[in-house]
């Protein structure tokens, strides 16, 4: 089955403890990104990937690193979590990314909370 | 920039009434996607259409419909005789069309949050 996974669907840390989501992808898309939803703010885009080893900012990407090591795995990493980063975290890929926009596929989902 | 407006937050109806969620866009570009995504409340986000700027047409898949209007820059969306299934929270997206490469990120409405009661 075609499908974005997201690991793990839930987590509860406390500030500055090193995390890890991850996102992968069995599609063989080559765009990725990683989106934060906040009550009242809708997704924003924190981090995108046009294909393996080649990633840039989005638009709310402080306090966040990424990775692309491998087309299908898109590794989002919170250094030393803060409270103001307890969100919903998609990711999101799809076949290609720019001129030809097609459907962006999203994850399930992973909830943050960060004490 | 590109921007979207969903000026309604939330919206309560009687299953079976038909009820329009409303998406008002701005962007620069003439060349243009429009999305619409469904968040029930398990969390996750369904794709349910897609539209690019170049396509007026309206769109009917089964009991939802959408309206794509260029000149008023608005891109609603119907949901004839809701159902309880139907509760959830619905996002407006615009993506821009670059060049080969470009970041294709959506940018989102806040949502509407539509509450169906028997």
């Known amino acids: 089955e075609a499908q974005v996974t997201q690991n793990p669907r839930y987590l509860i840390t406390v500030t500055g403890k090193k995390l890890t989501v991850t996102c992968s992808q069995n599609m063989n898309h080559e765009y990725m990104s990683w989106y934060r939803q906040d009550p009242g703010l809708g997704l924003r885009q924190i981090y995108y990937?046009?294909?393996?080893?080649?990633?840039d900012k989005g638009d709310v990407p402080e306090g966040y690193k990424v990775s692309r090591k491998e087309k299908r795995n898109f590794p989002l990493i919170l250094e030393s979590p803060s409270p103001n980063q307890t969100s919903l975290y998609f990711c999101?890929?799809?076949?290609?990314?720019?001129?030809?926009?097609?459907?962006?596929?999203f994850g399930p989902g992973t909830r943050l909370l960060v004490l | 920039a590109q921007k979207v407006t969903q000026a309604q937050t939330e919206i309560s109806v009687v299953e079976k009434e038909d009820v329009t969620l409303d998406c008002v866009y701005e962007t620069r570009d003439t060349t243009y996607y429009l999305f619409w995504y469904k968040q029930p409340p398990s969390g996750e986000l369904v794709f349910l259409i897609r539209r690019n700027s170049f396509d007026e047409q309206n769109e009917i898949s089964g009991r939802y419909s959408w309206n794509f209007q260029k000149s008023t820059s608005s891109f609603n969306f119907t949901i004839t005789a809701s159902q309880v299934v139907d509760s959830a929270v619905y996002f407006c997206?615009?993506?821009?069309?670059?060049?080969?490469?470009?970041?294709?990120?959506?940018?989102f409405g806040k949502g509407i949050t539509l509450s169906v009661r028997p």
């Open positions: 999101a890929s799809s076949p290609t990314g720019g001129f030809v926009q097609e459907t962006q596929y």
């Open positions: 997206a615009l993506s821009e069309a670059r060049s080969a490469g470009a970041n294709s990120k959506l940018t």
């Open positions: 990937s046009m294909n393996v080893e080649v990633t």
